[in-house]
């Protein structure tokens, strides 16, 4: 039972997903262009994306407003 669980560890071990440097920058695109790439697919449900993303960009158009009404207000 000993020798099974170390030979456990071992193989769980040897099988583990090592990241070097090379392999942390090959994922280039950004998150919102992973998506567009998604949402110009034609997997199901994929059409919700870009209107997601539209309502995300009209969001934060209106907190950026905010922002600036109230840096304005305070000086």
Known sequence: MRYGTILLCLALTACSKHETPRMQNADTLTQ????????????????????????????????AQAESIARADSI
Request: glycine letters at 12%.
């Open 32 to 63: 919102r262009q992973h998506d567009s790439v998604i949402g110009a697919s034609g997997l199901p449900g994929a059409q919700a994306i870009p209107k997601a993303q539209g309502a995300q960009d009209l969001e934060n158009r209106h907190v």
